[in-house]
């Protein structure tokens, strides 16, 4: 400012002694004027510059370097300068804000005050079939038609979510998707969804379990409270006394044996993976096998089955000795629950092609049709509740399989042909498998550990 007023005042002094110089005391005050009218016109011109570099948006160099308007240029400069950062560093947030919301597991859509959507992420309109681009400006509720959603829009409460069919879903892959409101602004909503297919089925399944469970064990239950009441309220025979008593001791065997099977299942779920560390000969397992199902086979009154336990090779299973003695047994004993007496049961273990190795279990059992096949590892599932239970299974057995199999790195095959029986294989990876000679296998054996 001071060189401002100082430049004023030497253009009046110079344009005062110009006119002095010319034309005496009246020209000196003529020469004042001219002289401030000098500086007003040149100063009107470098304003004028300024005004022209401001409108063009002050991107090129300050027109004017020195004085008040070339230090009101390089301020301006350094503010526009500023605010392009702030902006270019607000604009990198919001794009890393919506790349971490792209990134999310969970829906994100953004709605105005309208329901009109302003932006949603790919898992939203994954989750509810809306095209992030083509559907923007468009009203929610056209797009997601499902009654259950229209009912919750127009209520006041949001505090709850509502669960819909998602855009992908279908008989056989169910799809079902958890969504949310939440106010926010000046009557806008996010929405918020979520895939909630596994949580709904792992609900279902524990509902189905708990049902199962319930059933099994109130079956014998009942048997043995009837039992009980009768021997307390009537006075009989030896002989009668005798057999309910034993008809009372098999239904506590059926619970004890339900009992084990789900600890089992437990037991198998919650403990870490077998290691490779623990070596069991091959030969020692089918032994063990071919014993319980020989006395499974009298107990069930079916001693005319024709047995055949083959070991084609002598190799050792690295794992754990009791799981897997409980996932080829189980296989085994399901052989002989089904099949009638007289039937044939073979037992084979075999080097395959590729390295691995196979122990399979052949009956001529009634077979099992093809749509039950998928199904034959869950947890109660039985083709005829009828004969599982005359055969006392617990409907367990060929989920312990699975879980065995699945922790030993292991491959579980079905083949059955209705009216022709059943083959159930497991095939152990290669490398939980070494061939060992016969000499050195029975100098090594060990017995392997109980199955539950």
């Not at 070596?279 to 005319?304: D, F, H, I, Y």
């Amino acid at each position: 400012m001071f060189w401002r007023v100082a430049s004023f005042l030497f253009c009046q002094l110079v344009g005062g002694l110009a006119g002095w110089w010319l034309a005496g005391d009246a020209g000196a005050e003529v020469g004042i004027i001219l002289g401030g009218v000098t500086w007003f016109v040149f100063d009107l011109l470098r304003a004028a510059r300024f005004l022209r570099w401001l409108r063009r948006g002050a991107e090129s160099e300050v027109p004017v370097r020195s004085g008040l308007w070339g230090e009101s240029g390089e301020r301006v400069r350094k503010a526009l300068r500023a605010r392009d950062r702030a902006t270019q560093e607000a604009g990198e947030r919001l794009q890393a804000f919506l790349a971490a919301i792209q990134a999310s597991p969970n829906g994100v859509v953004l709605l105005d005050a309208e329901g009109r959507i302003e932006w949603c992420n790919e898992t939203a309109g994954a989750h509810l079939g809306i095209d992030p681009q083509r559907d923007l400006l468009q009203l929610i509720g056209n797009l997601l038609r499902d009654p259950a959603f229209a009912a919750y829009q127009g209520q006041a409460d949001y505090s709850r979510d509502v669960v819909v069919t998602g855009r992908d879903s279908s008989p056989s892959r169910p799809l079902r998707v958890s969504v949310q409101l939440h106010p926010y602004g000046h009557g806008r909503k996010l929405l918020l969804s979520r895939d909630v297919t596994s949580v709904e089925q792992a609900e279902a399944m524990r509902r189905d379990f708990v049902a199962n469970v319930s059933h099994e064990i109130r079956t014998p239950l009942t048997v043995l409270g009837g039992f009980i009441e009768t021997l307390q309220n009537l006075p009989l025979p030896e002989v009668d006394r005798a057999r309910y008593l034993d008809l009372m001791a098999q239904q506590a065997q059926r619970m004890q044996t339900l009992v084990s099977d789900l600890l089992t299942l437990s037991r198998l779920e919650g403990s870490p993976l077998p290691g490779l560390s623990d070596w069991t000969p091959v030969r020692q397992l089918m032994t063990q096998c071919e014993q319980e199902a020989r006395a499974l086979s009298a107990v069930l009154g079916k001693a005319t089955h024709e047995f055949s336990f083959d070991v084609a090779e002598d190799a050792e299973l690295a794992g754990s000795p009791s799981e897997l003695l409980s996932a080829m047994s189980n296989l085994v004993s399901n052989a002989v629950r089904y099949t009638p007496a007289g039937g044939r049961i073979q037992v084979v273990w075999r080097a395959l092609a590729d390295g691995r190795a196979e122990f399979a279990v052949r009956d001529t059992g009634p077979g099992v049709a093809p749509e039950h096949l998928p199904r034959l590892t869950e947890r109660f599932y039985r083709v005829d509740r009828s004969r599982s239970r005359e055969t006392g299974g617990t409907g367990l057995g060929l989920a312990i399989v699975k879980h065995v199999v699945q922790r030993h790195g292991a491959e579980l095959r079905i083949d059955s042909t209705l009216g022709a029986g059943s083959t159930f294989a497991i095939a152990f990876p290669a490398a939980r498998l070494r061939m060992v000679r016969r000499a050195a296998n029975d100098a090594s054996a060990r017995p392997a550990t109980a199955a539950p």
